[in-house]
């Protein structure tokens, strides 16, 4: 078979879009699936991206990490399930639907209607969803999105109603009143993992002041410090650490002020010190009194966690706003205050403020804390403050009644789960995931919302609860057929039970919140095949291996481990690629506002899906965050991806010119370079192996773009003259082998150029479908070895070669080598070194000592003190001595003697000098002298080796195909060295430029070129 013209100029866009369509026409995709189908399974678990805006190259970046393994573990002959999935539910659907309505808080949402709010959400995720799967194939990535779970479907909400009735069964679902981060915009409260989400922190200034607070029958105040002014309104009392010293200072404003002893200014007037236990049920004035307060209250109390690494050592409680002055009112029994609504305003008894976003009155707080002689100081205090990661409202602490999982009680399962889990890389694993489980606290699932997963629990009045899970039970308990039921908001809303409890029947109502929609995302290894119990165990479950960025270290990586340890026992996967975030090229996050945001439909039609897949697993380490820039991009792919195009176009064009074809018989390699470039195929094919089970992309890509490199610079550039015979059909087998199995390495990386090149060599259906290639014999390690300490000899001589300005088609008489004595060199690798650079000998010498001369000279710094006048005799002695005998004597015993003096190396300066019949290049132990010394027979050969090269340029400039014959005529009138070399090398120049004719003589219509500088003309004819 031929292999048909090959474009020289690789145009990525264009071949992307001719495979995408084979791949469609021939259904590529099922084909492989088929061909799969009852294999072993290797298990892949999508995490579903949110559809709520148009995906951007951040959504590229893991999916191409996903299909990378995908593809590999296919290849390698395993059935791999390539199931899709969407999360449509949560506050950024509803936050999009908002932008579109021009609304912005919950009595909106209710006055515009639930269920058309709800419809509108389901609609925005339907219209985003068809943009992430035409991006999905563009980039090359066979995730299957015509079969994905959708969060919002029936089955997959009854399924995660399933999982929270387990919860239930085992005690595992609560309701708590409980002080947590909440968003008083979206009007509901976050869970602790959602301040792990990129963004929820920021750093801010916000104002901190420090306020005395008025002891009772005493004469000092407590200094209170807080960077929150706004919940001075709500405190109940003073903390204070029972073992910290605390000292009473002067103060010239006012009476004196109690603070830790650590706190107080280095100049400040101590009156007296104490232990904080002294200070324990002292009771003082509030700064405010808008909130009616008992007895319990307006006491100083003990707390383990006051510190004195900033502020005064006393802390003002407001345990409606603070989990840890929540644990001490609790301990303490200190009453609860809190005049905040859920809108994050002041209610109607804060009248000042009433209706004022409780940090917008900070300002105005303060002012009044001044204007009553209570502010003692205010201070910018620049801290890292959350906010809400959907909608960038600043969060505050504040206590409600929420749903929460217990988490904290199997703490001891989740980091016994996360043992068995192959993290990729393997710090996460007690770093940044084990810490967060370490410390995990309960879960807050219910959120205060809308489109979302309904709680399933029905409250009678009488206060009993109802778990429901399922649509079945709901039916039975409501007696009707619901079978055909939403599962959404307000509809299942409308659905009134009696109440099952022994003895109640009342009417029970659903409660209304919603479930934090981090729980439908880990609730999908059991709910996208629609999971109910029936069986032991969901299928496929767990996962070989999921893939995401790192900032679902506390969001997906955590919810999956967490609902599936609790209702499973397991983990729901074994291991996890946790990839870097993307930036730009100065390492900032992209964002619309800096202007720096790339599209990734733009590079794909610019540069090519294929180009941005290498660049993301090529440049660097996964972990690391990822500059992505165009330049970048465009390197990457021209070092390896054109490399190996180039490569192939050579294979294809010099096989159909030969008529070569792949047989089953081809010949045994006996060739050096044939032996050596498949035993270098071999080792690759062996190392990225490794590195794709170990889920290491990097290496596996530095390992097959090292090969690619391999291949062209040196298996090419050394095979060319025998890809021009047919009598060498080793040379064509050998290429084609490594062409072959260079496609299947590059087939999980680049998709679209491995497929084309391999489907064009082969004729079969895909590389896609192909079986993982294997080494094909036993390595020949020594002749690696030998090949490598060719190629660094080689690169030492072509440096010496520009160095001394020598052209490179210039024949030299002899190269000297330099290299460690353990390197053995044989016949056939010395002649790749000689015909490489161009010499027509090779000397091997001892060491560098043999190719330089050493000159001596005083080190006059230190002799000159010692020696005084006499130095001048050193130095004319140093100067008539053996520079490489006192060298030698120097390294051999550290001393040398001269002119009666004891000399060491301290005292002598060692000047190499090169040979100046020589040009050297050197590098440790291994160096290369080229002898520069040409005489008339080599200068001739040089001659005709640049009139081979000029007369292939006039081929071309004439537009010859590289297989026409040709008759040429050289007008040599005025170029006497080039006459001479034409006649001395006539029959090979003709060879050279497949010349059935070449002669010399006067010609009219002819190409100008200049040869060594002599001016000639040529006529050249198609024959």
Request: glycine share 6%.
């Amino acid at each position: 078979m031929g292999f048909g013209a090959v474009d020289a100029q690789l145009d990525l866009v264009a071949l992307e879009h001719r495979v995408l369509e084979r791949w469609h026409a021939q259904d590529v995709l099922g084909e492989v699936v088929r061909m799969r189908a009852g294999a072993p399974r290797w298990v892949f678990y999508e995490g579903p991206p949110t559809a709520n805006a148009r995906p951007g190259l951040h959504h590229v970046w893991p999916r191409a990490f996903k299909d990378l393994f995908i593809r590999y573990q296919t290849m390698r002959g395993h059935d791999v399930p390539r199931k899709g999935g969407w999360d449509c539910h949560g506050l950024p659907v509803e936050i999009e639907v908002e932008k579109e309505l021009g609304i912005s808080n919950k009595h909106e949402i209710e006055a515009f209607g639930i269920a058309a709010f709800n419809e509108r959400c389901r609609a925005s995720v339907r219209r985003y969803v068809s943009d992430f799967e035409s991006l999905t194939e563009r980039a090359g990535v066979w995730i299957d999105t015509k079969d994905a779970y959708w969060t919002l479907d029936n089955t997959y909400v009854e399924s995660v109603w399933w999982m929270l009735g387990q919860l239930w069964e085992n005690g595992l679902l609560y309701e708590g009143f409980r002080v947590s981060p909440y968003c008083a915009r979206c009007g509901t409260a976050l869970s602790s993992h959602e301040l792990g989400q990129p963004g929820a922190y920021r750093d801010v200034t916000d104002q901190s002041v420090y306020v005395r607070f008025p002891a009772d029958d005493r004469d000092f105040d407590l200094l209170v410090w807080t960077t929150t002014p706004w919940t001075l309104i709500s405190n109940t009392a003073a903390a204070v650490g029972p073992d910290i010293e605390y000292a009473r200072v002067r103060s010239e404003d006012g009476r004196d002020l109690v603070m830790a002893a650590t706190r107080a200014p280095e100049d400040a007037d101590v009156v007296e010190r104490f232990p904080g236990s002294e200070l324990v049920g002292l009771r003082y004035r509030r700064p405010f009194d808008f909130l009616a307060i008992d007895e319990r209250g307006q006491r100083v109390v003990p707390a383990g966690f006051v510190s004195t690494e900033e502020g005064t050592g006393i802390v003002h409680l407001a345990p409606a706003f603070g989990a840890d002055d929540m644990d001490a009112a609790q301990k303490e029994g200190l009453p609860v205050l809190n005049p905040v609504g859920p809108d994050g305003a002041f209610g109607a008894d804060v009248p000042p403020w009433q209706g004022r976003f409780v940090k917008d009155a900070d300002r105005e707080i303060i002012d009044d804390l001044q204007s009553r002689g209570l502010l003692v100081r205010e201070e910018p205090y620049l801290h890292s403050y959350p906010h809400c990661w959907r909608c960038s409202t600043p969060l505050i602490y504040w206590a409600k009644t929420s749903w929460f999982v217990r988490t904290a009680e199997r703490r001891a399962d989740l980091l016994r789960e996360n043992e068995r889990i192959g993290w990729h890389p393997d710090y996460i694993k007690h770093g940044r995931f084990g810490d967060w489980l370490e410390n995990n606290v309960d879960w807050a699932l219910s959120r205060d919302r809308y489109w979302g997963t309904p709680l399933p629990i029905w409250r009678c009045g009488n206060g009993h609860d109802t778990c429901v899970s399922s649509l079945a039970q709901l039916g039975e308990l409501a007696g009707r057929d619901l079978s055909d039921l939403d599962l959404h908001r307000p509809y299942v809303d409308e659905v009134v039970i009696a109440c099952p409890s022994e003895g109640c029947g009342t009417e029970a109502r659903r409660l209304q919140p919603v479930i934090d929609a981090w729980f439908d995302s880990g609730s999908m290894p059991s709910a996208q095949h629609h999971y109910m119990g029936a069986d032991e165990e969901p299928v496929d479950f767990p996962a070989d291996f999921i893939c995401e960025a790192i900032d679902q270290t506390r969001g997906w990586f955590y919810s999956l481990l967490a609902a599936n340890t609790l209702v499973f026992g397991s983990t729901p996967y074994r291991n996890v690629v946790c990839l870097g975030l993307i930036v730009d090229q100065d390492g900032q996050k992209m964002s619309k506002s800096k202007g720096n945001v790339i599209d990734p439909w733009q590079v794909f039609e610019s540069l090519g899906a294929d180009a941005l897949r290498w660049y993301f697993f090529s440049a660097g380490s996964p972990w690391s965050s990822r500059r992505v820039y165009e330049e970048g991009i465009r390197e990457t792919t021209r070092k390896t991806l054109l490399t190996f195009w180039n490569v192939f176009s050579f294979f294809a064009t010099y096989a159909d010119i030969e008529g070569w074809t792949p047989s089953t018989d081809a010949p045994s390699p006996t060739h050096v370079l044939d032996r050596w470039v498949l035993t270098r195929l071999d080792e690759t094919v062996q190392a990225a192996t490794t590195a794709f089970d170990d889920f290491d992309a990097l290496t596996a890509a530095t390992e097959t773009a090292r090969f690619i490199d391999d291949l062209s610079n040196w298996y090419v550039r050394r095979s060319r003259p025998r890809f021009w015979n047919a009598d060498e059909p080793a040379a064509f087998a050998t290429l084609y082998r490594c062409l072959v199995v260079t496609s299947q390495l590059l087939a999980p990386f680049t998709p679209y150029i491995a497929d084309d090149v391999y489907v064009r060599l082969t004729d079969e259906l895909s590389v896609h479908g192909s079986d993982w290639p294997r080494p094909g014999g036993a390595p020949d390690e020594h002749l690696v070895e030998e090949m490598a300490a060719a190629r660094q000899l080689v690169g030492l001589g072509r440096a010496a070669r520009t160095d001394a300005k020598v052209r490179t088609r210039q024949p030299l008489k002899r190269a000297l080598l330099v290299h460690p004595t353990s390197v053995e060199l044989g016949d056939e690798v010395r002649e790749q070194i000689r015909d490489e650079l161009n010499v027509k000998e090779l000397q091997d010498v001892a060491s560098l000592a043999e190719l330089v001369s050493w000159a001596a000279v005083p080190n006059f710094r230190t002799l000159g003190p010692r020696l005084g006048p006499r130095v001048n005799e050193i130095k004319q002695a140093l100067a008539e001595a053996d520079g490489a005998a006192l060298k030698a004597a120097l390294d051999e015993q550290g001393w040398v003697e001269v002119a009666g003096e004891r000399l060491t190396a301290e005292d002598v300066e060692l000047r190499a000098a090169q040979h100046e019949d020589f040009a050297l290049a050197s590098e440790g132990a291994w160096a290369v002298a080229l002898d520069l010394e040409v005489d008339d027979a080599l200068r001739v050969e040089g001659t005709a080796r640049e009139l081979v090269r000029a007369l292939n340029q006039v081929r071309k400039d004439a537009g010859l195909e590289i297989t026409d014959r040709v008759e040429i005529t050289v007008d040599v009138a005025d170029a006497p060295r080039v006459a001479a070399a034409l006649q001395a090398h006539h029959d090979w120049i003709a060879a050279e430029v497949l010349a059935v004719k070449l002669e010399a003589g006067a010609v009219s219509d002819a190409h100008a070129a200049e040869i060594d500088g002599e001016p000639v003309r040529v006529a050249v004819v198609a024959v």
